[in-house]
């Protein structure tokens, strides 16, 4: 469904990413896991063809997306949802306005239709009646769960969520791991979910890949990560600092 | 020795930035004609940003324009006066505020408060990846966000320079006849004897311009915002001083290329 190729990037004169090859099937849900800067944001952008690799390729339903041009992108990334790791609600818009972009986009008018759409993704990430409040109006995490509603909306064949649960208490937290759980069943939508956050990658995951200088360093099942003995493995799954010599 | 070496260097770098941005500002004015005949146009989009620009825009223009007529009329008289010349200040006043001072004031204005806006806007959305956000969901950024603004700009700002002159010329006249007591039916007459539908033409042509100049230099300017907020503040300062600097540059060859199609017999 999507494969990564030895995917190269730099980002300000550093290599970030050194080669990540990564595969996600039809209906799958892989879990990146990394530490903070290790890259995961860049490889999302760079699957979404937000950001050019310098080497390496990026295939969508066996399509080669690498070298397409912006205009020529488009099409795909409408197959494929994201979630920014800032929201990145547009912040002229009401919530409505909002989750009704894609959908105007695609070409829905009827006024009708939007606002029953609208109103069963907002109920489906807990926002039921916000349709007319402004994104500075929002707190982080209803931010987070706005545009995760507005990802969601055309229900796209592949979502790409950049750390959907940080910021939320664990209640709501443990609701879009649900969430993300059922839209696989329900919709077959396959997901790359990057986190820092160990429950809900055990809960979401059917592969869990651990993202190291730049490369995928480890994977395997929650099962096999957590009997897993590599060292740099075990401390990011237990929270460990050993490795960076902060230890007491 | 070296210094002045250092400072070859230093203009040389200057001068091969200015073209590099030169270059990519043309680029994006080239991507943004083309979008506007490959997209169907967002009028709802346009009309809006038409609506700051245009209405909102009025107060700070008439100003510009009425107190640039009336205090340029009244240095004309001071000095007109003393050959007995008070016949030629009707003229005078409204061919000026026709070719340059119309234009140039009403569109520095506009690169202020416009282009200002366009920049802070845009590159506040660039940094907090609303721009992502757009190209993510499918659409091109220069169709939904540069078109509009840069239509608005280009249709609002002849409007608004043809008020500043309306305005200009009339304060002019009352400053001229109602303060100074010039003969009002003869400046009248003589304003109209020796102003030429070309001299309004000028006015037209040169906001047309300039405003294509502040709407693509704010915009290029907001694409490429440096990240964090402190980006923001210099993105907007820079867009607005090039647009100016650009603008007043570019009136001086716009005046001699027109004056030579204009009045080439
Ligand atoms: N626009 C940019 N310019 C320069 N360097 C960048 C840019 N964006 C990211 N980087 C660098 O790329 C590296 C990876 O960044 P990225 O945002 O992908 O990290 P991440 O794994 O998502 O971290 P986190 O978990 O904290 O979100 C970082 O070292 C960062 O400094
Ligand atoms: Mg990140």
């Known amino acids: 469904m999507l494969e990564l190729k030895g995917i190269r990037k730099s980002m300000g004169g550093q290599e970030v990413l050194r080669g990540v090859n990564l595969r996600v099937g039809p209906a799958e849900r ?11 944001s ?23 997306l690498t070298g397409l041009s912006e205009e020529e992108w488009n099409p795909y990334r409408r197959k494929i949802g994201m979630l920014f790791q800032g929201a990145a609600l547009f912040d002229s818009l009401s919530v409505f306005e909002n989750l009704a972009f894609p959908l105007r986009e695609q070409g829905e008018k009827s006024e009708g239709v939007l606002r029953q759409k609208v109103a069963e993704a907002l109920k489906i990430v807990s926002l039921s009646g916000t349709e007319e ?94 009997r897993c003995e590599d060292p740099l493995v075990r401390d990011f799954v237990r929270g460990h600092a050993e490795g960076i010599g902060i230890t007491g | 020795m070296g210094s002045v070496l250092k400072l070859v260097s230093h203009v040389g770098a200057v001068f091969t930035d200015s073209c590099r941005t030169a270059g990519a500002v043309f680029m994006l004015l080239g991507d943004t004609l083309r979008s506007m005949v490959q997209y169907r146009l967002r009028w709802d989009q346009i009309f809006e940003q038409m609506y700051f620009i245009g209405i909102r825009s009025q107060v700070v223009v008439l100003t510009t324009g009425a107190f640039t007529g009336a205090v340029f009329a009244a240095q004309v008289w001071f000095q007109f006066k003393r050959f007995g010349m008070e016949s030629a200040i009707g003229p005078t006043v409204s061919i000026a505020m026709c070719r340059e001072l119309g234009p140039v004031l009403c569109c520095l204005l506009l690169a202020g408060r416009v282009g200002a806006a366009m920049a802070a806007e845009l590159s506040s959305m660039k940094i907090t990846e609303q721009v992502d956000a757009l190209r993510a969901l499918g659409v091109y950024p220069t169709e939904y966000l540069i078109v509009p603004r840069f239509l608005a700009l280009v249709i609002s700002a002849p409007i608004l ?20 007591g010039v003969d009002g039916a003869y400046y009248w007459d003589n304003t109209i004897k ?24 704010a915009c290029h300017k907001g694409m490429n915002c440096p990240p ?17 600097l650009t603008l007043l540059i570019v009136n001086f060859f716009l005046t001699i290329l027109l004056n030579a199609l204009l009045y080439s017999n």
């Open chain 1, 42 to 64: 860049v490889m999302l952008r760079v699957i979404m063809g937000l950001l050019q690799p310098e080497a390496g390729e990026v295939f969508f339903e066996g399509k080669k």
């Open chain 2, 194 to 217: 020796f102003t030429d539908s070309k001299d309004v033409v000028i006015a037209l042509i040169k906001s047309f311009i300039f405003a294509v100049i502040i709407s693509a230099i």
């Open chain 1, 133 to 226: 409040k402004m994104p500075a109006e929002l707190s982080g995490g209803m931010k987070k769960r706005a545009a995760l509603a507005r990802a969601i909306i055309c229900r796209p064949d592949i979502m790409l969520y950049d750390e959907p649960t940080t910021g939320l208490d664990p209640i709501v937290a443990d609701s879009i791991n649900r969430l993300i759980l059922h839209l696989g069943k329900m919709f077959g939508m396959a997901s790359i979910v990057v986190t820092h956050d160990m429950v809900s990658a055990r809960m979401v995951g059917d592969r869990i890949s651990y993202l190291h200088e730049g490369k995928i360093y480890f994977e395997g099942t929650p099962e096999q990560v957590d």
């Open chain 2, 161 to 180: 320079t043809g008020l500043a002159l309306v305005t200009g010329i009339g304060c002019g006249y009352f400053v001229a006849v109602k303060i100074f």
């Open chain 1, 30 to 40: 892989v879990v990146v896991i990394g530490r903070s800067g290790c890259g995961k």
């Open chain 2, 228 to 244: 964090g907020t402190a980006g923001v503040g210099k993105t907007t300062t820079e867009a607005v001083v090039n647009a100016s």
